[in-house]
């Protein structure tokens, strides 16, 4: 085998080794395209999904279809919607209202953001649960990709309220932060989406007094 023979293998291979590597990176490459535009499709849906039950819960804030004939769980006065909110926090909500089927009793609801500890078998270190909970039963978890959950509440001069909100008859309206991304990623390059409700105002709340 001769000196030329020698250089043309040694060309082939490495020839070969450059059109493997253009091979492998653009295998990678549409790899990371399908998984990336997947992976955001599925967080525009949980997003959707998750803005559109907040959205609808927090709209009927203190909706009971006989309010002036019953009595607030709390205080055992004749129920007043625009207290309807008797707990708020950043990334918590505890409030009154008259769940499906509208029997006209109230129930109560809780939103609330759980730890990113409890996600730790998800890639993405940010994840956590968001929780829905009625009546103090076992609460709901919704493992879609939460990673921001946080709330601001506005008085009836739209000015902020400091958090925890424990007076009842405060909040006017609430600003709605939300934020999901991918619970696992290609490359750890996780993508989000973000929802934003400026000022939700249920009107059975916005016309507010304190007790």
């Known amino acids: 085998m001769g000196f030329t023979t020698l250089m043309d293998i040694a060309g082939s291979m490495i020839l070969g080794g450059i059109l493997m590597t253009i091979v492998w990176r653009l295998s990678d490459a549409s790899t990371e395209k399908t998984y990336n535009n997947s992976?955001?499709?599925?967080?525009?849906?949980?997003?959707?999904?998750?803005?559109?039950?907040?959205?609808?819960?927090?709209?009927?804030?203190?909706y009971c279809n006989t309010w002036d004939a019953i009595a607030d769980p709390k205080t055992k006065q004749p129920f007043v919607s625009s207290q309807a909110i008797y707990y708020a926090d950043s990334?918590?909500?505890?409030y009154y209202t008259d769940l499906y089927p509208y029997d006209g009793f109230l129930d109560s609801v809780r939103y609330y953001l759980g730890p990113t500890s409890e996600c730790s078998s998800t890639p993405?270190?940010?994840?956590?649960?968001?929780?829905?909970?009625?009546?103090?039963?076992?609460?709901?978890?919704?493992?879609?990709?939460?990673?921001?959950?946080?709330?601001?509440y506005y008085d009836v001069n739209d000015d902020i309220i400091p958090t925890p909100v424990?007076?009842?008859?405060?909040?006017?309206?609430?600003?709605?932060?939300?934020?999901?991304?991918?619970?696992?990623?290609?490359?750890?390059?996780?993508?989000?989406?973000?929802?934003?409700?400026?000022?939700?105002?249920?009107?059975?709340?916005?016309?507010s007094k304190t007790e």
């Open 39 to 62: 992976g955001e499709l599925t967080i525009q849906q949980n997003l959707l999904t998750l803005a559109q039950m907040i959205e609808f819960d927090f709209r009927k804030i203190g």
């Open 91 to 94: 990334s918590s909500i505890s």
């Open 124 to 152: 993405n270190p940010r994840d956590r649960i968001l929780y829905r909970v009625e009546n103090n039963q076992t609460p709901v978890a919704s493992n879609l990709g939460v990673t921001e959950f946080r709330m601001v």
């Open 166 to 207: 424990l007076t009842r008859g405060l909040i006017k309206s609430i600003e709605i932060n939300l934020t999901v991304e991918n619970v696992a990623a290609y490359d750890e390059k996780y993508s989000n989406a973000f929802w934003k409700q400026i000022r939700l105002a249920s009107r059975n709340v916005s016309r």
